[in-house]
């Protein structure tokens, strides 16, 4: 059964924009903070930004003013605007819930140029 499906990844030149989106299933959506994390080559996993059931949010430093993340409750969803895009953020994009993880799901490709 897939529970994560996300979307909306592509190539675009630095600067530009992309919006990311996450379909979750109910199961794994509600009641959970959830996550996106990117993984880019030969370097582990991290965790990007999260949401909680409220719409608190946390980001890392380095997309801290570039990225939102935002959830909507209703259609078990959550995005991700992308602004201002570097180089550095290359990477696949994945999404989960954070402290109750499940399988992950493809991901989506997001590639930079310079």
């Known amino acids: 059964q897939v529970q994560l499906v996300e979307s909306g990844g592509g190539l675009v030149q630095a600067g530009g924009s992309l919006r990311l989106s996450c379909a979750a299933s109910?199961?794994?959506?509600?009641?959970?903070?959830m996550g996106w994390y990117r993984q880019a080559p030969g370097k582990q996993r991290e965790l990007v930004a999260r949401?909680?059931?409220?719409?608190?949010?946390y980001y890392v430093d380095s997309v801290k003013g570039r990225f939102t993340i935002s959830r909507d409750n209703a259609k078990n969803t959550v995005d991700l605007q992308m602004n201002s895009l570097k180089p550095e953020d290359t990477a696949i994009y994945y999404c989960?819930?954070?402290?109750?993880?499940?399988?992950w799901g493809q991901g989506t490709q997001v590639t930079v140029s310079s």
């Open positions: 949401i909680t059931i409220g719409g608190s949010t």
């Open positions: 109910e199961r794994v959506f509600s009641g959970n903070t």
């Open positions: 989960n819930a954070v402290y109750r993880p499940v399988v």
